[in-house]
């Protein structure tokens, strides 16, 4: 019997209506477009409007949109994954709302928060599934609505994030497709770097947490930038050489979209040209794990079958990781 591996069957994605440009947060804070750009690469970024909407308005959309494309009937979904670092609610998981809500009624779920790097996480964790042979239909979203916890008066952070995510179908696959490997790391002592300070159990939300403005992501942002540097790049070495993968045998990476100057880095590190790196930065800056699903979606004419593609991304608190994948099919 051909091994099983878990292949990408279908992507898609969503971002919000609302365009924020880097002009419009000039009237905001005290910076401006060039030193906006020159710094990350961002020229924009999608909000989320709107009473009573959180992360499940962007990833119900790209779960009905995944669904359509792959021509599944939502009762045959087994399991859905949403990798989110901004549930809707403390309870119940975002992964309730949305199986509820896109028809997959017999698809058990719930949610995964590794910051920035939870798409890979959630996707090497629904190929385990996969390649177990107990599950054929597996849903996974990256999705967050950011500028729900980003301070609109903090220079440093409201220029980084959007709203935005994706999901992808992972089904069996027996000709040495889909999901070959993966590096998936942690290290808590990155949690005073990049955290946000209130609303968990260790301090809940009170009068003085809301008047320090505690329940907004914190970042400090020159140390982010060196341990993501380090991070992204090694991992994506690593995967590389214990697969025996040259610059040349790499069809694309896909980053985490944080930072253009991470995302160089990486690339440099990998040996990969920039021909080969897909990047959305300027029209969506960083949608936490909604970046590598979004790129995936906005590329996918351009993948083909066969293709090696590196997925690689780095998250507060520290996580990181990389995805080596063969991709499954040609451009429909």
């Known amino acids: 019997m051909s091994k099983i591996t878990a292949a990408i069957t279908g992507v898609s994605g969503y971002a919000p209506e609302y365009v924020m440009t880097n002009h419009e947060l000039e009237t905001m804070v005290d910076t401006n477009d060039e030193w906006i750009v020159s710094r990350t690469g961002i020229k924009e970024r999608r909000i989320l409007k709107g009473e009573d909407q959180g992360t499940s308005a962007i990833a119900i959309p790209a779960v009905l949109d995944l669904l359509k494309k792959t021509n599944t009937d939502p009762a045959e979904v087994d399991m859905l994954i949403c990798a989110t670092t901004t549930p809707d609610l403390v309870f119940p998981a975002t992964a309730n709302i949305i199986t509820a809500e896109t028809g997959c009624v017999n698809a058990f779920g719930y949610d995964l928060q590794a910051a920035c790097s939870g798409f890979l996480f959630a996707l090497a964790t629904g190929a385990q599934f996969i390649e177990t042979g107990k599950y054929k239909k597996i849903i996974i979203v990256g999705a967050d609505k950011m500028s729900a916890i980003v301070d609109y008066t903090d220079r440093a952070t409201c220029i980084i994030f959007g709203d935005g995510g994706g999901a992808v179908m992972l089904e069996p ?131 083909k079958k066969g293709d090696n593609v590196v997925l690689a991304a780095f998250g507060g608190g520290f996580t990181w990781g990389s995805i080596y994948l063969k991709w499954a099919y040609d451009p429909k």
């Open 173 to 303: 696959n027996t000709e040495g497709l889909g999901v070959q490997d993966s590096i998936l790391k942690s290290d808590g002592s990155g949690v005073p770097f990049l955290h946000q300070k209130a609303g968990g159990s260790r301090r809940p939300a009170t009068q003085e947490t809301l008047d320090r403005r505690e329940h907004f992501a914190f970042q400090e942002g020159q140390q982010v930038f060196k341990f993501a540097v380090k991070g992204m790049a090694d991992v994506s070495a690593e995967i590389m050489e214990r697969n025996n993968l040259t610059a040349d045998d790499i069809a694309w990476l896909v980053p985490h979209q944080a930072n253009k100057r991470i995302i160089d880095a990486t690339a440099n590190r990998m040996g990969v040209g920039p021909e080969k790196v897909m990047i959305n930065i300027q029209k969506y800056g960083n949608t936490t794990s909604g970046t590598i699903p979004l790129c995936l979606w906005e590329f996918e004419n351009q993948l």
